[in-house]
């Protein structure tokens, strides 16, 4: 980038399953770069993605798009084809990270605790228990707790599942206790956040409706639980190859200590909505939105 304020584009809304989320980031994020002083231009995405962009005419693309398209490496190839840098992470690490069962492996060969899991069949699914409950059927490349089923110790049976639902599906062991989060912010965990769902379980409508969840910012647990999550967010944020801000969720079983933690997830395209949780950390590390967004500008790239 030149020494002039660059030009960004911002890129919201697409075709996924989380498009609702993704506009409410963008208008947030582009509010946010033009109070930080760029010119700034919203492109609700479509499929004709590249002649948007060229007549945009950016200097810098701000990726606000959450879910596949956006978020798993294909929007992120297009700009590195277009030669146009841009935010978050690149082609592999997004790619690694929205594909949960390859990032489970990354994980693990990391040193990073993770739940027992695999693909299976939508037929595999109906069909009987794939795993002995509690176990949690979901999509292995969505996010935002799109499409996902709780299989309880007391089911009767296996899941019944929607209509749209994929043809091929991860199940992974249920994994108890608290929900907690780690905001990494290029090399830095910025803290760990509890996350207190009013809704019965950390859903989609926990995360984005006003009142779903409440956050105990910074967690009130152990100082040992504390630190292995921070250091557990920044391997994972590290062994993807990740770059710019990610955020990784955790499941704490309080009854055995830092062995109760499990890591979920790592996402590379986090919310960045009113109620999103990595401008309320940065917030409380001494970082405000504006100042937030434009480190995410100047830290963009065309690659790795």
Not at 74 to 82: A, H, I, P, R, Y
Not at 189 to 209: Q, R
Not at 243 to 268: A, H, M, P, Q, S
């Amino acid at each position: 980038m030149s020494s002039r304020t660059p030009r960004v584009a911002v890129l919201k809304g697409g075709w996924s399953a989380e498009r609702e989320v993704s506009l409410v980031s963008g208008v947030e994020c582009a509010k946010a770069l033009r109070s930080a002083g760029f010119e700034t231009v919203e492109i609700d995405a479509g499929r004709d993605l590249a002649a948007q962009i060229g007549a945009a005419a950016p200097d810098v693309v701000f990726n606000a798009l959450h879910g596949r398209g956006g978020e798993d490496g294909c929007v992120q190839g297009l700009l590195e084809v277009l030669g146009i840098p841009y935010t978050n992470s690149g082609v592999l690490a997004s790619a690694l990270a929205m594909d949960k069962i390859r990032a489970k492996d990354v994980f693990a060969a990391a040193g990073v605790p993770v739940a027992p899991g695999r693909l299976v069949s939508r037929e595999e699914v109906e069909g009987g228990h794939p795993m002995a409950p509690p176990y949690v059927v979901k999509p292995y490349n969505e996010g935002s707790s799109v499409g996902i089923y709780i299989v309880r110790e007391s089911a009767n049976g296996p899941a019944r599942l929607d209509p749209g639902a994929p043809p091929v599906l991860m199940v992974e062991a249920y994994a108890p206790g608290r929900e907690l989060t780690v905001s990494v912010v290029g090399d830095r965990a910025l803290t760990v956040t509890d996350i207190v769902s009013t809704t019965g379980w950390y859903d989609y409508a926990a995360k984005y409706e006003a009142g779903g969840s409440r956050h105990v910012l910074p967690a009130e647990i152990p100082t040992d639980v504390f630190d292995a999550c921070m250091d557990y967010a920044l391997r994972c944020h590290q062994a993807l190859g990740c770059r710019g801000v990610t955020r990784t969720d955790l499941r704490w079983d309080e009854t055995k200590g830092v062995d109760g933690l499990i890591v979920l997830e790592t996402n590379t395209q986090p919310g960045m909505t009113p109620t999103s949780l990595i401008p309320e950390q940065a917030a409380y590390c001494g970082m405000d939105f504006p100042e937030l967004v434009r480190w995410i500008v100047e830290d963009a790239s065309c690659g790795r």
